[in-house]
């Protein structure tokens, strides 16, 4: 059993590494542009909207393309293709809570990423991605 001095120990460790891997401080990422500024800065260029709305919308050899589950332009409800589930439009003008926190940003990013990709999406892909969701206005 984890004594709770050890929980705190994890969680630091946790907390740490994320902001080791993706340049963005877990504890002052508050806002999309927040994440996306430590993504450009770790990747060492300038996000390119359009090519992340060509990531976006194009399978990579897997089964699905991240549109399958969130719609082409993701300003809407979309619905997972496995399991029905409703998914939260994902683009941050309409839905306020997207991309305000890093840790739950990189969580998902890992795990879709995986079934779109087949491997982790590198800083530049995430930095593409997130820019052309930015784009995307009311």
Same mark, same amino acid.
């Given at each position: !059993?984890?004594?709770?001095? %050890? $929980?705190?120990?994890?969680?630091?460790?946790?907390?740490?590494?994320?902001? /080791?891997? /993706?340049?963005?401080?877990?504890?002052?990422?508050?806002?999309?542009?927040? #994440? $996306?500024?430590?993504?450009?800065?770790?990747?060492?260029?300038?996000? @390119?909207?359009?090519? =992340?709305?060509? +990531?976006?919308? /194009?399978?990579?050899?897997?089964?699905? *393309?991240? *549109? /399958? %589950?969130?719609?082409?332009?993701?300003? *809407?409800? =979309?619905?997972?293709?496995?399991?029905?589930?409703? #998914?939260?439009?994902?683009?941050?003008?309409?839905?306020?809570?997207?991309?305000? &926190?890093? *840790?739950?940003?990189?969580?998902? +990013?890992?795990?879709?990423? =995986? &079934?779109? @990709?087949?491997?982790?999406?590198?800083?530049?892909?995430?930095? &593409?991605?997130?820019?052309? $969701? !930015?784009?995307?206005?009311?």
């Amino acid at each position: !059993m984890l004594t709770s001095g %050890c $929980l705190r120990a994890l969680r630091l460790l946790y907390v740490f590494g994320f902001v /080791t891997a /993706t340049g963005v401080p877990a504890a002052y990422a508050q806002s999309p542009a927040q #994440i $996306l500024n430590g993504y450009a800065a770790q990747s060492g260029s300038a996000p @390119v909207p359009s090519r =992340g709305q060509k +990531f976006f919308t /194009t399978r990579h050899g897997r089964e699905w *393309a991240c *549109a /399958t %589950c969130h719609g082409a332009t993701p300003t *809407a409800n =979309g619905q997972h293709a496995a399991t029905g589930k409703t #998914i939260a439009p994902l683009a941050p003008a309409f839905n306020p809570e997207r991309f305000t &926190d890093a *840790a739950k940003t990189e969580k998902w +990013f890992r795990r879709n990423c =995986g &079934d779109v @990709v087949g491997r982790e999406c590198t800083v530049s892909e995430k930095a &593409d991605i997130l820019s052309w $969701l !930015m784009t995307l206005k009311p």
